[in-house]
């Protein structure tokens, strides 16, 4: 971190390896699956094989912290209609954050960071949080 308390994302960004990625991406779906909340969640709304959705995800993972390219999805639009709550997020943020830093090392930080700002913009594209960062249909800033 930084003076100002800012996560300085050079180093851990370095420390990512694709071996990292897979690793990471693998352990948490394992867990994901395996969870009372979230297994039948994800078990019910895949569209496609399992093994081609880790590849899609190791895809999203590299991109996000290595900045491969690999990714070019919609994320907000893969989430929509699955009746997620912010409970559901927090959730799959604990097992994320477990599992980073299990498998990441110092880079598990970096890993950390991005989940948070991935599921703050999906919760705020599904409409359902962060309640001080949504904005109303009119427009302002939410009470």
């Known amino acids: 971190m930084d003076a100002a308390g800012r996560i300085r994302l050079t180093e851990p960004r370095a420390a990512v390896t694709e071996e990292m990625v897979f690793r990471l991406?693998?352990?948490?779906?394992?867990?994901?699956?395996?969870?009372?909340?979230?297994?039948?969640?994800?078990?019910r709304s895949m569209s496609k094989p399992w093994a081609e959705h880790l590849a899609t995800m190791v895809d999203f993972w590299t991109s996000v912290t290595m900045a491969t390219g690999r990714y070019n999805g919609r994320p907000h639009l893969a989430h929509q209609g699955l009746g997620l709550s912010p409970e559901d997020f927090q959730r799959w943020l604990t097992l994320f954050e477990a599992t980073a830093r299990e498998t990441c090392g110092a880079a598990a930080e970096l890993f950390v960071d991005r989940a948070r700002r991935i599921a703050d913009s999906l919760m705020i594209g599904l409409d359902i949080g962060p309640r001080t960062l949504r904005l109303s249909r009119a427009g302002e800033a939410a009470p």
């Open 25 to 43: 991406v693998h352990a948490f779906y394992a867990r994901v699956l395996k969870d009372e909340r979230l297994g039948p969640i994800f078990r």
